[in-house]
């Protein structure tokens, strides 16, 4: 049986390897547009400072990724406990986080009109839409301040999105079912502790978890993929259509070639498989060019630790929008993890662009990194040059998780099931945008592959 997979990102690599586990019979073939596979996951080395330009790690919350990371004999290494530090920019200052009832109401970060707010939210009605945006939702249960300054950062730190825009069901799943639930968060959370004593387990509205990532960086989960895979993987091979004949399908390349092959994942982005799907279906291709992936951009900066004034010993800080900074945020990755930079000195890698301001992320090298310097000097008085500077524009980063966007994925996916019975989709624009979502998706496809090749 042969199956051809489009995309060598982590989904696509992850599912052949995972295939290849279960049937080594298996004629599996992945293609890859670029050079090299991996995809949004790309760990730069240069003059010892260690970047990552897309993915900088996964939490440690769910033992699929582990299990999959011991197939590969791969070593996790949980980010340190500094790390557990991490702050929102509000109003010329970092405020930290708080970690628990007590932290919150002590925290400068909301106002006591923001904090007595949030007791509305044991009696605020429980919403009447399907679907409603991030801030909608946060508006309406927490107020106005919980909003700007919890819920909108955390939007543009996970999606790069606008919280206006980002569905609360596709983001947020978790927390869109509790609220159907329970009727409110805070009960939610009462009660979800009281389970957790009885059971020993340890439960929530968030995912929680410690960001993990590995030593030499998140490119060592690709390298050993590669190893793997061995010629498995093809590169430079951009594929520009799909036909089917009876039940064969032919892929085609952009370099001319084609592949015959009886089953076919699509791994790639939507903005790519919207192509893909043109000829051989227009309406499943206008259907996927409704996934927006706004453009970001990340500066990673190493300065002499004896350079940095601010007290750096924590994760990093986001800047909610309402605050109209031009950066998304900073990480301070060489307190997070080690390897990062060299002894004596320090590693920040920021964001910029995203949802809400993509001509950001799309300005030219040099002024990328002066409009993060000149940022990181209002915000933590670094007013000093860089010893060292790497910047990574990605024109079509996070698929946005819009409102609408489960209805518009099922309906996909629907469509597809119809009409190309031996074509499957997969990748971060369906079913969840982090690393672990990508793993455990590619279990899932494989058991419905293996159990599609039985029954054939």
Same mark, same amino acid.
């Given at each position: 049986m042969s199956? /051809?997979?489009?995309?060598g990102g982590i989904s696509g690599l992850s599912?052949?390897?995972?295939?290849?586990?279960?049937?080594?019979t298996l004629d599996i073939k992945v293609l890859e547009a670029r050079e090299r596979p991996g995809g949004k996951i790309w760990t730069d080395r240069a003059d010892g400072f260690l970047c990552e330009s897309g993915v900088n790690g996964f939490l440690d919350n769910k033992p699929t990724t582990f299990d999959f990371i011991k197939t590969l004999s791969l070593e996790p290494l949980r980010s340190n406990d500094a790390s557990r530090k991490r702050y929102i920019y509000r109003g010329g200052k970092l405020h930290r986080l708080p970690e628990n009832p007590q932290a919150f109401f002590l925290s400068g970060l909301l106002t006591p009109c923001g904090k007595g707010r949030i007791i509305y939210e044991l009696i605020a009605p429980k919403g009447?839409?399907?679907?409603? *945006?991030?801030?909608?939702?946060? /508006?309406?249960?927490?107020?106005?301040?919980?909003?700007?300054? +919890?819920i909108d950062p955390m939007a543009s730190g996970i999606y790069a999105g606008d919280a206006t825009k980002l569905?609360?069901?596709?983001c947020f799943p978790r927390i869109y079912e509790l609220e159907r639930q329970y009727g409110s968060l805070i009960r939610a959370m009462i009660r979800l502790q009281k389970e957790a004593k009885k059971t020993g387990k340890k439960v929530g509205p968030s995912p929680g978890g410690v960001l993990t990532s590995f030593y030499d960086g998140m490119e060592t989960v690709i390298s050993a993929l590669k190893e793997a895979l061995a010629d498995r993987i093809v590169t430079s091979k951009r594929v520009t259509g799909i036909d089917k004949r009876g039940s064969t399908y032919t892929v085609y390349t952009e370099d001319g070639? *084609?592949?015959? /092959?009886?089953? #076919? #994942?699509?791994?790639?982005?939507?903005?790519?498989?919207?192509?893909?799907?043109?000829?051989?279906?227009?309406?499943v291709s206008g259907l996927m060019k409704?996934?927006?992936?706004?453009p970001v951009s990340v500066v990673c900066l190493g +300065?002499?630790?004896?350079?940095?004034?601010?007290?750096? =010993?924590? +994760?990093?800080f986001l800047v909610p929008s309402v605050e109209g900074r031009k950066i998304l945020g900073t990480l301070w990755d060489s307190s997070i993890f080690p390897n990062r930079a060299p002894e004596g000195y320090v590693l920040f890698r920021t964001m910029l662009g995203g949802a809400r301001q993509p001509d950001v992320a799309l300005q030219d090298e040099q002024k990328l990194i002066d /409009? #993060?310097?000149?940022?990181?000097?209002?915000?933590? =008085?670094?007013d000093v040059r860089p010893e060292f500077a790497r910047v990574y524009v990605h024109e079509k980063a996070i698929p946005q998780y819009n409102v609408g966007h489960s209805s518009l994925v099922n309906e996909i996916k629907k469509r597809i099931k119809e009409r190309f019975s031996g074509l499957y989709l997969t990748g971060n624009a369906y079913g969840g945008v982090g690393f672990n979502d990508c793993i455990y998706n590619s279990y899932k496809l494989s058991d419905e592959l293996m159990n599609d090749l039985t029954r054939q």
């Open positions: 199956i /051809t997979i489009v995309g599912l052949a390897y995972i295939l290849h586990q279960k049937d080594a009447r839409q399907e679907d409603e *945006s991030l801030a909608s939702f946060a /508006t309406r249960r927490l107020g106005r301040e919980v909003y700007e300054y +919890f569905s609360l069901k596709s070639q *084609s592949f015959e /092959t009886e089953q #076919v #994942v699509l791994a790639c982005p939507a903005h790519d498989a919207e192509k893909i799907f043109r000829e051989l279906d227009p309406e409704k996934i927006p992936y706004p +300065f002499r630790y004896e350079d940095i004034e601010y007290d750096i =010993n924590g +994760f990093g /409009t #993060v310097l000149s940022e990181l000097k209002d915000i933590m =008085n670094v």
